[in-house]
């Protein structure tokens, strides 16, 4: 019985602990879905406040200040990440980009003008974690620029850096820079009037407005006179394949001349010279028995040009010579019938360095540089003859025609010759302008009588003893002589002359030296005592005496 009992309880015990089980695991159940419940609502919620979210950018921008600004109309921002965000404000807005995701962004900020173009623009990168402020200062790529200026009569055409899509063309008006013009080409023109234009570009790629050129000052330029060719003359008949063609040109601005020169035989035309600065070109291609035409182009420094034409012919080729200037050996006399193997024939022997030779008719001028010009007859070449030598220090030129010789000397004077009378005794006329540099009618514009040529002797302060007691302080020394053989003798007795000043200052006072009146017998008794020594006139030799002393202890 009592056993019974027992295995009852028993039973029920076990019976108890099963539904006590059951329950603990419906239990287990629910809080385990509640936990599982409770973390993805805390996941949604992480991600809804930090993984997704946004952040503002606030952009303070300044533009470089100029001595122009450019009228600008709006600003644009552009943020360029894994996704790009683009933004306008007008002048007056704060500028601020909402919204923006998390991520790296490269930031622009462009001023927008007139086309949409980008007057200026700054860029900054930027890690967007939080919220920003940028500060920026908006400025303009610098490019180098090359501008070439050439004009067409009175009309100025520029020329612009190639490879850019447009150019901002701006132009003062009335102490104001404006935009004058936008271009697309690489030229622009621009009509001279009487009023000065200044005036300066911007290139322009991809909308970006790059740095301005340096300021162009554009003023009224008026193209060269037309030249003055001088020979060969108009239908002239040139019997040699050498030439040397010479011209005239002038400016109505009085701008500095270049030449280009053409020559044509009707079939071809060649350019046979480029930017020459003086007023003859030598050519020895010539070929014999054609007709030429020969154009002179003058231009201006602003590229303005102006031209002449000339026709001449050759005639056919018989026999000549070519007489070669031979430095230290003097003249070579080559018989030419073959322009491929010339012939010498003969030798002119002269002193110095023989540098060119000109022949007018049977005479022949013979330059030896610095030293002075030879004339001789070469009638026949095969045994020519010295008539004359002239002794011309520093002579660096010459040229001549029927009936004057050109003789160029180092200081820019040419001096004029009469040689139509008699080649061989030419007379001197006077000095004329380089212009008329072997023209056929020159224009003398100084006479031998009016010849001042200065030779400085002491140019620097110099001391000179005065009896042993005292010196006498020289500021300067000068003689102006009337001719290049008084120069030339002057500098070649330098110490005569010095001794000559030793000497005169030796018999005076020393008080005649603080005395003007005194000081200008000083200057006469010098000026007498050259000449005399020179055996020359006042006219050709010694004019005036420049002295001045500064003190004397």
């Known amino acids: 019985m009592n056993e019974d009992k027992k295995n009852n309880n028993e039973f029920e015990e076990l ?8 329950k603990n695991k419906e239990k287990i159940i629910i809080f385990s879905s509640l936990g599982v419940i409770l973390i993805f609502t805390v996941i949604i919620v992480f991600s809804v406040l930090f993984v997704n979210k946004k952040y503002n950018v606030n952009i303070q921008y300044t533009i470089k200040t100029s001595e122009f600004r450019e009228p600008i109309e709006k600003i644009k921002v552009e943020l360029l990440g894994e996704k790009t965000v683009e933004k306008e ?56 620029y090359s501008i070439d200026t050439e004009w067409e009569e009175t009309k100025a055409i520029i020329t612009l850096p190639d490879g850019y899509d447009e150019y901002v063309v701006v132009e003062k008006d009335q102490d104001q820079y404006k935009i004058k013009d936008i271009i697309s080409e690489n030229k622009y023109e621009l009509n001279s009037d009487n009023k000065t234009h200044n005036i300066f570009f911007a290139a322009v790629k991809d909308k970006k407005v790059f740095d301005y050129s340096q300021e162009i000052i554009i003023t009224k330029n008026n193209p060269p006179n037309s030249p003055n060719i001088l020979y060969p003359e108009e239908g ?38 480029n930017g020459l600065n003086n007023n003859s070109f030598g050519y020895n291609s010539l070929e014999l028995n054609k007709n030429y035409t020969l154009k002179v182009v003058a231009k201006d420094s602003q590229n303005a040009k102006s031209e002449q034409s000339i026709k001449f012919t050759t005639t ?41 030779t000109v022949l007018i008719n049977t005479s022949l001028f013979i330059l030896r540089i610095n030293d002075g010009i030879t004339i001789a007859d070469v009638k026949n070449p095969e045994t020519p003859i010295i008539k004359k030598n002239l002794e011309l220090d520093e002579v660096d030129g010459l040229k001549a025609t029927d009936k004057y010789a050109y003789i160029r000397f180092k200081d820019g004077r040419v001096s004029v010759y009469s040689i139509e009378k008699n080649p061989y005794d030419p007379k001197f006329l006077g000095f004329t302008d380089i212009k008329y540099y072997g023209s056929k009618n020159p224009e003398i514009k100084y006479i031998q009588k009016n010849i001042r040529i200065e030779v400085p002797i002491i140019q620097n302060e110099y001391a000179l003893n005065y009896k042993f007691k005292n010196k006498i302080y020289i500021g300067s ?37 603080k005395d003007y009146a005194k000081i200008d017998s000083i200057k006469s008794q010098l000026k007498n005592a050259l000449n005399e020594f020179l055996k020359m006139s006042e006219d050709t030799g010694v004019k005036e005496v420049k002295l001045s002393i500064n003190k004397i202890n």
């Open 15 to 22: 019976v108890e602990s099963s539904n006590y089980d059951k």
């Open 89 to 144: 404000f007008s002048l007056s807005d704060n500028i601020k980009m909402e919204n923006i995701e998390k991520g790296n962004y490269t930031i622009n900020i462009s001023a927008i003008g007139q086309n949409d173009l980008k007057f200026y623009y700054g860029s900054v990168d930027s890690f967007i974690d939080e919220d920003k402020n940028i500060n920026l200062e908006l400025d303009k790529s610098i490019i180098k």
């Open 236 to 273: 002239q008949n040139h019997s040699q394949k050498d030439i040397i063609f010479t011209w005239e040109a002038s400016d109505p601005d009085k701008d500095l001349l270049t030449y280009d020169i053409y020559l044509s035989d009707g079939t071809t035309q060649k350019n046979i010279a």
């Open 477 to 513: 020394y000068i003689l102006v002589v009337g001719s290049e053989e008084a120069r030339t003798k002057i500098n070649n007795n330098l110490t005569y002359v010095y001794d000559n000043l030793s000497l005169i200052f030796t018999n005076r006072e020393i008080e005649d030296f």
């Open 316 to 356: 056919k080729y018989e026999k000549s010579y070519l007489y070669s200037p031979s430095g230290k050996y003097g003249v070579t006399i080559y018989e030419v019938y073959d322009p491929k193997n010339p012939k010498e024939i003969s030798n002119i022997k002269t002193s110095g360095n023989v540098t060119d």
